[in-house]
């Protein structure tokens, strides 16, 4: 299992402060929309200049039209990240048109599909998409596998399930992770590291219990041994 640290700090200097503090460990790093729309590339070159064997997840939940995903996954291939995702609800053939256009190449990053965003509770997610979440993010997986997709990013309380109907190898990345339990904060429901390996979960994602701890070196020290034990 990875660890992906989300770089949820407010400005460019405190995320690479952050990266710094870090830098030491083997982790994969989390820019989300709003810090690659105020820091743009030069802050990806930044995170690779402190230790270019950071691994650089872009979360930019690309949802448009087939061909402008393509294009936009194709000028994604110049940025050089190693992971990035798209929507599920953007439909199959949008889906597709990112894999045509990206299996060009043979160093693609790998591509995920976002399935239900967690911010909908059942109402709010059936008024949209008519069905329970759980139905249709296990609907959205089978479609992003389908597509040639690599996996997709769901709550860890999903992961065994969609593995179970996709296949072993197709990957989920899960968001509220406590690793020891720790303040969920705004997260409705968090799972800890004991629950995301046992759901055999490929990346978990880590922000606060992080970048807010006194030593964040330590604790990232701290969730790879219990990662390894
Ligand atoms: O601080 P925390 O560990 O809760 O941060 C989780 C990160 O994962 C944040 O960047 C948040 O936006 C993101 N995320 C999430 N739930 C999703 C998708 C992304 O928490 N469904």
Redesign the pocket.
């Known amino acids: 299992m990875e660890l992906c640290v989300?770089l949820?700090l407010p400005t460019a200097k405190e995320n690479l402060d952050l990266i710094h503090k870090i830098k030491e460990h083997s982790v994969w790093l989390?820019v989300?929309l709003r810090t690659y729309i105020r820091d743009g590339e030069e802050f990806l070159k930044a995170i690779k200049q402190i230790n270019p064997n950071f691994k650089i997840f872009l979360d930019l939940k690309l949802y448009d039209i087939p061909n402008t995903m393509a294009d936009s996954a194709e000028s994604i291939m110049g940025l050089s990240v190693d992971m990035f995702n798209i929507h599920a609800s953007a439909g199959s053939r949008a889906m597709k048109s990112v894999m045509e256009r990206l299996n060009k190449y043979d160093n693609r990053p790998i591509v995920l599909a976002v399935t239900a965003?967690?911010s909908f509770n059942e109402d709010e997610f059936k008024a949209i998409y008519e069905k329970d979440i759980a139905t249709k993010a296990d609907q959205f997986a089978k479609d992003a596998l389908e597509a040639g997709l690599d996996g997709v990013?769901c709550s860890a309380f999903e992961s065994a399930s969609i593995k179970s109907i996709t296949n072993q190898n197709f990957m989920t990345l899960t968001?509220?992770?406590r690793p020891f339990g720790e303040d969920a904060?705004d997260?409705k429901r968090v799972a800890d590291i004991t629950y995301a390996k046992d759901a055999k979960v490929d990346f978990i994602?880590?922000?606060?219990?992080i970048y807010q701890a006194a030593n964040p070196s330590e604790v990232v020290a701290k969730i790879f041994l219990a990662l390894s034990s």
């Open positions: 989300a949820d989390k989300g965003l967690t990013v968001p509220g992770i904060g997260q994602v880590v922000g606060r219990p």
